[in-house]
C-alpha cells in the first residue's frame, strides 16, 4: 500500500468474516495517497456482500468519493 498514490477507496463489512475488517484498516493507514477512504459496512452483510444489504448507502459512499477524490473533485 506504500506505494500507492492514486485516490483508494477500501469497502469492508464489520461482519466479514472471511477477511477480518482490520485488514482493510491496515491498507488504509498505510496507503501513500491522502485521497482515501475506509468505508466499514455496519449492516451485517458477509464478504463481498454490502452492496446487497444497502444498495443506497452504498452508492452514495462510492459517488462521494468519486465527487472528492477523482481528478475533477474538489480536494
Known sequence: AKGIHIPSLL???ESDDYTMPS???EI???LATKK???YLTKNGAGHA???LVNRE???RTIDEFITNFSVY???
Open 73 to 75: 473533485g474538489s480536494q
Open 11 to 13: 469497502v469492508h463489512s
Open 57 to 59: 448507502e452504498y452508492e
Open 49 to 51: 456482500k454490502s452492496i
Open 36 to 38: 482515501k477512504k475506509l
Open 28 to 30: 488504509e493507514e498505510n
Open 23 to 25: 485488514h482493510s484498516k
